[in-house]
């Protein structure tokens, strides 16, 4: 009966809302391919297989987690420590996720499961900047074809790249290389920008990173100095709003 109603709501079918969902993601979907098809060839020379690549894509489906757990196994880390970087740096997610569907509270709780699936920093960003435009009853076909788009060429770039890592260049694949790197500057520099103690958290726990890296492996490094970052980020933040 809810569903009806929510149905009657609407003018458009659910596959004219989804296309419109589909078109809005184009920016995230074309931003997505250069970096998916990095992840892919960098995988591939990781050592991972093909299947491993596409499958790290389509279950992780986090590019800056991604990029880290290469990075990790390129320096002989497996298991534990991979998992728990993983956890501590995508647990954002989970307040993303609560903030979008605050406001989405007349879609269907079916929905709303497979949609928190398709939430990354870039999608959010995109759904939220929405929410006035969509007004304040949008279809869930909307959202699905933002979050399947982005989804979609997430996978298909990672493909392409595992497809040609063991063809190209190697100095093409060395210059791929800066892919995390230009990554996560892409994701600091607008947020320092816009609040420079954040800058600070991050020289902060890269310093933790390194002092940690004298007695600890790598590994255990980066999950101690990302947890004790964010802290500190919590600590300094928090006092800053008070």
């Known amino acids: 009966m809810r569903e009806e109603h929510l149905e009657e709501m609407h003018s458009t079918t659910y596959s004219e809302d989804y296309w419109h969902g589909l078109k809005l993601a184009v920016p995230v979907i074309l931003g997505y391919l250069p970096i998916a098809i990095s992840f892919g060839v960098l995988a591939v020379q990781?050592?991972?297989?093909?299947?491993?690549?596409?499958?790290?894509s389509m279950t992780v489906y986090a590019g800056a987690s991604q990029f880290m757990a290469l990075n990790m196994l390129a320096i002989g880390t497996v298991g534990l420590e991979i998992i728990l970087?993983?956890?501590?740096l995508n647990v954002r997610h989970f307040v993303m996720s609560i903030s979008l569907f605050s406001n989405l509270q007349h879609i269907p709780k079916?929905?709303?499961a497979i949609l928190a699936q398709g939430i990354t920093d870039e999608s959010f960003a995109l759904a939220s900047l929405k929410q006035k435009e969509l007004g304040t009853h949008p279809s869930a076909a909307i959202y699905l074809g933002i979050f399947s788009g982005a989804f979609g060429m997430w996978v298909i770039g990672t493909g392409i790249g595992a497809l040609i890592g063991?063809?190209?260049p190697d100095a093409l694949s060395d210059s791929m290389g800066i892919a995390l790197y230009a990554l996560f500057i892409g994701?600091?520099?607008?947020?320092?920008?816009a609040y420079r103690k954040i800058g600070l958290i991050a020289a902060g726990s890269a310093g933790l990173c390194w002092i940690f890296s004298l007695y600890?492996?790598?590994?255990?490094?980066?999950?101690?100095?990302?947890v004790f970052g964010s802290l500190i980020g919590v600590w300094m933040l928090e006092e800053d709003k008070e």
């Open 46 to 56: 990781t050592g991972l297989s093909f299947f491993h690549a596409l499958l790290m």
């Open 85 to 88: 970087a993983t956890f501590i």
């Open 110 to 112: 079916r929905w709303q």
């Open 166 to 168: 063991n063809v190209v």
């Open 187 to 193: 994701l600091l520099v607008p947020a320092i920008r």
């Open 216 to 226: 600890l492996s790598e590994g255990w490094a980066i999950v101690l100095a990302t």
